[in-house]
């Protein structure tokens, strides 16, 4: 089974989260923040794995270290599930319309770090700042080691643009993490994917 479990316990943040990437079941998800709650259970639905999640953070100051530390243990997580990646897909790409936004999401399970953002997100989404939202896709990518390149097309709610980019964000991780065209090999001439 493709899954993991990890724990992060710092001064700033106390995280559970188990991810199975082959499970169709729905975890429950409690990061401390309802819009993000949302957010990674359009992510599970979307992407057909499980997730659970629970964060207990420093939020009287704000959610800063509660986004970043999730974003660093669910990246961690994939990474960890995907193991060496044999019969993976490995790249994924995805459109994601959300009434007058369009989103897209193209990225690589390479082993190798990049994160690319480009589009005007609103002011604030949810209760946060958009650099919150920049910041968790960033620390994420960095932690899952992967290419990860978010395009907001257009849009003007910042609902709308944020759960248009996790929408395709989840299709092209299902693509990604499906299984390749040759099953018992690493998807890289390179032999390796780390």
Known sequence: M????????????DIELQLNLDSKKRGSIKSGNA???HMLNLFQSH??????????GDTEIDFHHSMEDIAIVFGSALNQALGDKKGIERFGFYFAPMDETLARVALDYSGRI???????L??????MDSSLWEHFFKSLAENAK????IELLYGQDGHHCMEAIFKAFARATAMAIGKGKN????PSTKGTLS
């Open 2 to 13: 493709r899954q993991a479990n990890i724990s992060r316990k710092t001064a700033e943040t």
């Open 35 to 37: 819009f993000l709650d």
């Open 47 to 56: 992407a057909g794995i499980e997730l659970s999640l629970a964060c207990k």
């Open 114 to 120: 990049a994160y690319v953002l480009r589009g005007d």
């Open 122 to 127: 609103p002011p604030k989404i949810g209760e």
């Open 146 to 149: 992967m290419n990860l390149h």
């Open 183 to 186: 099953t018992d090999e690493i």
